[in-house]
Structure formats: C-alpha cells, structure tokens
C-alpha cells in the first residue's frame, strides 16, 4: 500500500444521496437526472453552488447540457460510462478528485430511462468480436442474460448444483424489498415461485434476472472535514479497488470459470486481488452487509468467491437457509437489489450502502452496522464505514 | 468481399454478423468451407476473437491458417426466449462455447443434434451455413467419428 493511500483511508465520504426507481414516461432522462441531484442537495443540506465538480452518464443527457440545465459551473466535469459495473470506479473516482483537492464536493448525477429518446439501444452486441456480455447476435447470443447464464453452465459443471441453488438469493432479495417503501417488486416469492418460474436462458429461469427501470440518483462526494457539518451522518470510503480486466475476467462471470478464453481454475483470491481490505485496514469478517451488482443471481455466488466469502464452490451452499437475509449471517442487497428494488443501471446500490451506515433503513436496517461493503464479480469495491 | 454494417437479412428477418475490415479473410474462408485463423508468425500463437495484433506478442505480422474444424463443447445455454421474431421458430435453442483442437474458443451453434444430445465435453466438427448469399456462418455437429 502506498503512504498516499494509507493517508487517504476515511478523509473522503459521501454526504448526499438520492435515490427513485420506476417507470416514468413522460419525463427525459435530464428531467429525472435533475430531480435527483436536487434532492440529494435537500438530502446533505448544502446549496447547488458548492457544489464544483459533476460526473454524469455517457447517455442521456450530455454533461455541459446538464450542467446547463442545472445553472452550475464546475472546475471538474466527467462524463463517461458510469454504469453497471463502472458505479464504484466513479465514486473512487470522486474520492480521489475531492483528495487532490481538484474539487470540494462531486455531485455523481444520473438520470436514465429504459427506453432513451433519440438514442439507439442494443448496438453494443454488435462491437468488433463479441458483445460485453459475450453477444454473438448471429447466433442468437442475445443480450446481458447471456454473460450470467454461460457463467452459471461453467460455475455449476465444475462445482455441481443448478438453478435450485439460485432461488433462495432471488427469494432473500424479494424479503428485503418488501421492507423497502420504494421497492418495484414486492409481491411475495418462494423457492417453489422461483423453481416455476419459466425458463429465460437456461439455466436461468425468469426469477434470476432483473428488471430495467427509469429512474434517477445522485451521490455527492465530500471531504471527511465537510461531511461532519453535513445534514446526515458521514459514510467515510476507506478502501477501494478497481474493476479488474482481461481474458481471464469475462464480464457477468468470475476468473477460473472458463468462459470464452479464460483459463479454467479453481479461484482463490490473492492477496493483491483483495486491495481494498488492506486500504481500510479491515478483512472480511469486519463486514456488517455486503451490496453486490446483482442484475442476474449467480453473480452473488461471484462476487462471495471473488472476495473470498466462501471458498471455490462453496458459496452455492452458503446462501441457503437465510445467511443471506437480513439477521443472517452476512446480509446481502438489504434494499432488494437490482432484482427487486429496480434498476436504476446499479445506483441504488452504492445508495443503500449509504442509507445502511448512516442507520436510517427502518425495517431494514441491518442492526449496528458500522462497516459495509460494496464489491462486485469483477473485482471492484469499496469499502465504507460510518 | 466486402465489410457489411447490414445488421438484419431482410428476407428472413434473421441477425447478421457485422463484418469488420480486418476480419474478412475469416468470412471469404467459411464461404470457401474453411475455418482461417489468425496465427502469429512470430510466436506462432493462434487467437480468437479475430484482432489486429497478436494478443500474447503483440506482433502485427500473422497468417490467416486452417484449422482442423475438431474440438469439443466447453459451454452451452439453452434460450427458451426469442428475442426477436426470427427466434420464434427457434426457441429452444442452444449457443455453445466450442474449444478448438488449436486452443481458441468460439461462440456458436450446433446444427444436426438434438437440444437433448448437446453436453459439456462431446467431440464436435465444423460446418458451413450459407445465410446469404454473401455471408456463410461457422456451425458445429456432434463428431461423425
């Protein structure tokens, strides 16, 4: 570890939240882009004028329009593809601009509806070799569902099981969002619901996939000194690590399995590929919650392997019988997740891990958490505490 | 040949590949019955998906070879989903993940085999299906031998 990151744990935090899902089709994506950050000021009580630095999302509005719209001038502006799994790269990101002083407060604002006017959509499985999930649409290799179901083939071929062992993260997910007031699926589910569900991409049945939604967020980023005299408790970053990348890191699976032109092993993480427990100076049995990208189920099995939760393997096992859940032993996507919350392209995650430190989720609230921890299947977290 | 941005076939409502620039001796080869892969003149390593350099030595010198058309499924799903209207008549279908006897891994289909005959590990062999009359795919059935 570097003396910059050793002297970086806890001096950054996120101070502000917004967060609504739904379906909203009158309204444009800088519609809902600006409601969000507007009640993500309400939510830390600072004015729109401190705020000097904004990321926003690479589709949807631009950035200088929105920022336009928004009457706000910046000395750090970023627009990029701040979704799915590049969400926590954007709040380290924030962390480190706020750290080298390039910006005070960062304002990550995000506004998205399902179906974008005026933009294409699905052109990404057509990109030079594969699509990002491993799209082969001559093929009928057909949208995200693909990556998570020829990861899930590989994880259960080389460790047994199938999709029975998917159903209690679905039924955990769907517990929790009935708890959760702004949850768009709430009816009750039971494995047995789970197991007829019908088949989408087998061996994923409809119950492992989320939904898309329209819907707005916005984390503001501050320095740990600033966040003190905020509205709302501080939720400090205090380690972090990046996506990781590759062949051997097909996206929607975890290494080792095999999928495309990765090598097949049994993984274990090493040290390095577990970069972020060491910045904060934490190991895994220091986390009260774990948020995960849980756009499909399997990838909770992922991200327990990659961050070395459970054992190669094991983690089929270990969400049975409500470790998972809420009073679990390790509580996992308390808001319901992308697959019962809604899916507000992954923003309502990093939001429930803000919600949960600061001890103002109700019925949800994971009791005394102190630390929780955002990582996903490939590799990337951060680690936050109150 | 020439690289195409056609992205449905009009006559069957089917999904096309794109066909990049640098990937065309790779279709002109299916359309002639052969699979051409790249193949480093350097280090000799053979990859897939088709880039523009060699991905282990980054050499841009490469030879577009044969390859034997054997190799063994690594990877399969079963879509129960048609996403498009073409699928309809599909469904179920399966996309394999085929391991070649040179290394590399494609992404395909099985033509001739029964959903039920498809399994992880069984030999299979390369076939051409002429889905235009300028683009020819790259398929797999279970091994005759």
Redesign the interface.
Known sequence: MTELARAFRDKTAVCGVSNFVGSYPDRTALSLAGEAFKLALDDCGMHKDEIDGVICLSFGSDYDRLLEALGLNVRYAHQGWTHGRFISPTVQQAAMVVGMGMAKNVAIIHGKRRKPYGQPTDLEMWRQGLGPHGESPAYGALRPAFGAAIAAKRYFHMYGGGNEDLAPIAVAFRKHARLNPIAVRKEPMTLADHQKSPWIVDPLRLFDCCQINDGGSCLIVTSAERARDCKKPPVYISGMQGVHAGPEYHNLAMPGLGVAQQTVLKYVPKPEDLYAYEMAGVTQKDIDFLVTYDAFTPLILFALERFGFCGPGEAREFVHNGRIELGGELPINTSGGLLSEGHVTGWNLLVEVVRQLRHECGERQVKNAEIGQYACFLGESIIFRR | MKPSQL?IDEKTG?????I?PE?IPFWEGLKARKLLLQRCNACSKVW????PMC?KCLSMEFTWVPMSGRGVV????????A??PY?QQ?V??A?V?VELEEG??M???MMDTPLEDIK?GMQVEALYED?TDEIT?LQFRAAKT
């Open positions: 992205r089917r999904y096309l590949p794109m990049y990937e897939f998906p088709i880039g991905p690594h990877n399969f799903v079963v879509y129960h989903k996403w498009m699928l599909k179920p279908y996309v993940q590399p891994r992404t395909t289909n992880i889905v795919l």
